[in-house]
């Protein structure tokens, strides 16, 4: 399969038309609907839809008002309203599953969710020069996740037409970027026969034909929702009666970044999005920090995590005010076993368009892919986070990120290979 | 009159319409569409409205969607559409003019807008159990902006009853709260040829029965919108690439709340409503402060506006970003003249309801109304800034802030009155 | 008596000896015995020294090494080493009392410390360029205390010739800077009988000629050493390890600064001697704030007071610390008594060399001879602040302060001018 | 030789007579005068002193005051006044060269100043109960540089009683904790001939009887000493005259530690030594802070210290402060050589008390060991930096630090072992 051959051209459709249509973690409710209209053509032996993907154990779920406006959205940009009502309560993903033969059952796992960062428009940037910009405005597909769901279909039929002797299930999972979809999709029970787990990522700064077989060094992370209250006042009037929650934010995000730095590994600390107050002339009785902490190890994101929650509460005291916290998504770090790695370095040394492989990379991020591993690898299977390079123009979380469409074919021959092969060797 | 009777009841109607239906700065359409619905019913000698009231210089207009958005509300709420159309571009506001014989022009300002404060819902607060509490949820009149708007109508009418010899007009101001409405109502040329101007608060910590009738210590005030630009990044993966503007927002806020005191006076600060980033895990590329300094004196307030964008700037480059600063509003520091004051506290002391009078008092806050009062002053003509006491539960700018109705009463009998002796004494 | 007069050749002597002496709080080791030996030659009917004229209430004493830093250096600068033995424990200051019949007794207040400020060496300076600049380096009279010593000591000479009923006692009175020395003097007995005390201060941004008979306005303060501690680690091995005592310390300066200003009047706060840590490579462990609040009225430094112990202590907490605070000095605000003030005034009118009198000013700063005024005034007494204004080529508190001597003669005639009105008039 | 022999105990004498005189950077004068006293009663080729030891290039030298206290010091205590003299202007350090042959010349490098903490005083801590604590209070040897000297003391014995081929070159080594000593030596000349450098450190969280064979992963670091000014004021009286050069420190604190991490390895920062201000009622003049940046590469220090500088310069700015950086002194990052590493793990292996060997560790640490590394290095020869274990109560740079006596035996065989092993092998 090539780009030039119908499934290419297909596939590349699918990618932009998800890409024209990014939502955030909780509300891919177009992109859903989208992928089960695609998986309803193939000849699947099981597809599973929304709450029946998921366990109760979501976190940082939006309120109903958000969810229905994002439903609303879907439908009105063509989605089918009947899948739309299935995913009420903002329980998205899917679960596709390929009957082969009795060999091992293999996981496929890609993201769907888009990012609240606002596209660039100029024509350097091609998916506003070839007309397939995000459509959701303040919203895109910044970290690939487009081409990932892409290429989850697109395994599915290049397996359908392998020797693969065994079971195959892709597993679309939900809101990655929160670091909340994968939790509960790897306790949700399908996983619990997954023998063999490979997990996906384009880009990572590696260019076009660079395949990495087993991605290490994912960061364990934790996201918290600090709201923090006080007492507002007229700001000139009785600036001495405020209780000023604004202050108290500051003091908070000053401290927060400067944590110390631990002897163990690296540490990541971030006040993403925060805010305050109502007008100029009050003093601001309520303010807010999202934010996260990671580690190297989940242990140094516990430190991390331990410091944050004393800054936050500390913060609060200092100006008066209260702080209420939650915790809004957490995810473990993780490690590629190498004999599954090694296996999808030897498929992707076959393949038409690799020019590099590296048996391994340190990720720098995090991933609640980490979950699903993990999972797979308490019951005594192997996982293998795989990295496939691709060319883009701006970094990852980026307004010019953007996938170079070659890398869907190469996904899916390494993907569907490594699949095939798992089925003859059983590493 | 008294609340008995119909007037009374007609005005306390109207007071509570407006307390349903508060608008912030420049977007006041159905309350402006609702004071000339009343004021065509009057005989009046001239009615100007909306941009013929306000000269060029305004600052701190909204953008259009945000206009747009409130100018469908207020005529979703029953405002006449032909009004709100006239209005466009957020020019709000009304003038309205009463030629009673040859003697001098005394204006009498009055201000129209809300505040973006969420009212209270329990029994407690008159507003929720009587049923007129906001209907613009987040929004409230927590000032008593809508019993200065009636009081206004008000004093039409009396004055109409009354003996009076000379032009009353009365202006009721928008966009008081973000002191940028009485810049351009001052320069509209409509305030040229007036010789008296008394302008009105009600509440001020002063109790139903008490009137000041010369306030004064009117706080200079500038306010200040500020947006800092950084670069985003990936929050995990390379938190050295971006540059972090969430980082300078907060540097910004606990230095502006620390620049000095001053030996020559009062001085505030205040960085009212804040924010920043898109998501925790993106280092923030946006962030902004809308603050405000004031001063006993305009000199104070220059001083404390001087630190604040030294501090605006230098926060923005310590983090490696930029900083756009816009002035939203500025207010001078402002007197009551004696001899006016006088006149008041004569006419005060002869009005049913009335129980004390103070001669002069400091307000502590800021006020535009200072803008009108020196153009008249300027020009040779006399102003007083009249303080009409109401039991009010909750301070202003809280959420149980509430205006005893029977203030209304007492304002248009001392308002009023005072015009009429004007006339006739002429101080 | 002019400052051709012999006398005035002694007095500007005995100030410019002090001047190239200047002592901090607690360690007016040379001060007191020069004084004195100076008192000593004089027909005096009582003169007590050190542990004589102090309560046990005082505070901010230095340690036992300081102390005894200060008593060498004194006694090798010439002082009488039989009387710096008397004041061992830091116990510094001396009151003397003169008996001139049967009249009230009168109470005249002077302090007579240093400061911490390096003095300008520049020939501008005129300390510097006529040789009596300050020999301890590193310390000043930048507050004219020299003046204030020397004044005293002429009080009791011109009193001594003058035709005063009464009982003349003077206070020279230690630890002024550091606001510790008023309340153990005040409390010392030696206050108890006198009816009328008059406290002096000069410059004040008065220029040489005006006299203040009645200063008002003393901000009350408060002063409060915290120091705060952690846990050291090394910085590059395991900052995980440390507890950031100088973070603590940084958080709490930034948040000190930006207290709420306060409606009902001036406050301020400074964080004025810091300190922490020991070497760059070595996480914090340890580190300091001496600071200060003050407040136009004793509520006003007590809402700043409880404001700057929340935030030293939520300071702490934010990084793991603990903090311990001292109070170090404290003094109430204070007011002159009119009729005092107006003998004063009287007596000013009357003087060579005063061409401006003003009945009142406002201070805007602290002291605590509001200590002793109170005292005074609790018992029935009355008391007055005297300012005697004085050219001063730099500001209070800076390198460059100086005093213009012909304020040493004009002081003098107007205290002792006063003395003898108040033995005949008793106001 | 083991701890029971009369070397071993005259090891012990003198290593517990230089943890009794700790003396920090540039002030070794005790130090170097009892090394020198030691090593001319051995049988040396060479011996180089004080200003023959060193090229010009020192940083962070204190003033001649504080220089001349501890020569002074360091004579009272017993030192040889005529080598004190010798060191004058801070210039320490001794290097002591013994021919034994015509094969290569071997560097073996100790350093030999100590830290400013307070040593415990408890019995549970060795140098205490045993009498041998610091009797310099207020400075330690709180990492172990006394073993160092010592062992560098034996390491000559030991090797003149082996059998080597050869020159050996020992270099102790002054201001290794300010990493301010490294380069002037290693540019000294002296290394210049060097074929191979044995660098040495005692314990770095390995127990007694491990050894390191090649430490890696030393971090780049680089001192600066920042000093601020603004300008003073009465803090009561005219707060707004001041520039307050404590809350620029304070803002730059704050804002160092909270430089973003970085993607590519570790970073560290310390504001270790920081102060400001006089007295607390005075607006601070002048501030300071002592700090350092460090980084896992020398880029990632530069990246650091790029941020730093910015940092400094905006905080001053933001309070309208001056402030003036220099440069206290820097080490590279460096890497031990494989083949010198693999010949010490061979000689430890054969080596009495060593129970463990690691090939290789990270230090996470500095050490301007890396300038010497490096010229050998450069120059075509080898280095290897040694770790040997030793039981430490308390982590390095605490209060409770020591040396198990034990490990000064291990290190004098392993090191004087691996001399004699690169005399014959020559790696």
């Known amino acids: 399969m090539s780009l030039d051959s119908p499934d290419a051209d297909s596939l590349r459709d699918l990618r932009r038309d998800l890409h024209r249509h990014p939502e955030p973690a909780w509300r891919e409710f177009y992109t859903t609907a989208r992928l089960v209209d695609e998986l309803e053509t193939r000849s699947l032996d099981e597809l599973h839809v929304g709450p029946e993907v998921l366990s109760e154990d979501r976190q940082g779920v939006p309120d109903t008002a958000e969810l229905e ?22 329980e998205t993903g899917v679960i596709a599953t390929l009957h082969c033969g009795d060999g091992p059952t293999v996981g496929v796992r890609v993201d769907i969710d888009g990012l609240p960062i606002t ?50 299930k892709v597993f679309f999972q939900p809101a990655e970027e929160t670091v909340s979809g994968g939790k509960p999709m790897a306790t949700s029970g399908h996983l619990d026969d997954v023998e ?73 600390v971030n006040a993403g999005r925060v805010g305050g107050g109502t007008a100029s002339n009050i003093v601001p009785e309520e303010a807010f920090i999202d934010g996260e902490v990671r580690g190297e190890t989940t242990e140094l994101m516990e430190y991390m995590d331990d410091h944050a929650m004393r800054v936050l509460r500390s913060a609060a005291e200092l100006h008066d ?76 979380h980026t307004p010019t990120f953007d996938v170079d469409e070659e890398t869907i074919d190469i996904a899916v021959d390494v993907l569907s290979g490594a699949v095939e092969r798992i089925g003859t060797e059983q590493p």
Request: hydrophobic share 40%.
């Open 321 to 396: 005010c209260e702080v209420d916290i939650e915790y809004a998504g957490r995810a473990p770090s993780g490690e590629s076993d190498g004999e599954l790695a090694g296996v999808v370095a030897d498929v992707a040394g076959d393949t038409a368009g690799v020019t590099s492989i590296l048996d391994r990379d340190t990720l720098g991020g995090s991933e609640d892919a980490t979950y699903l591993m993990r999972h797979v690898q308490d019951q005594g299977g192997l996982a293998a986070y795989v990295g496939v390079g691709t060319d883009h123009p701006g970094g990852h």
């Open 119 to 168: 596209e660039a428009d100029d024509s350097s940037h091609r998916p506003a020069a070839e007309g397939f910009r995000s459509e959701n405005e303040g919203y895109m597909h910044a970290c690939g996740h487009d081409a990932h769901a892409t290429i989850g279909v697109g395994v599915l039929d290049a397996v359908a037409e392998r020797d693969f002797d065994g079971t195959l």
């Open 196 to 268: 063999y787990l490979l997990a996906l990522h384009v880009g990572l700064d590696h260019p076009t034909g660079e395949v990495v077989a087993g991605v290490d060094g994912f960061l364990a992370v934790s996201h918290f929702d600090a709201a923090f209250a006080g007492a507002s006042s007229h700001a000139g009037g009785h600036p001495e009666r405020g209780r000023n929650a604004v202050q108290a934010m500051a003091t908070a995000i000053q401290n927060l970044y400067a944590i110390p730095r631990h002897h163990d590994g690296a540490t990541r």
């Open 69 to 90: 406006t994002w439903a609303e959205r879907a439908v009105d940009a063509g989605a089918r309203a009947d899948v739309v009502d299935r995913l009420a309560g903002g």
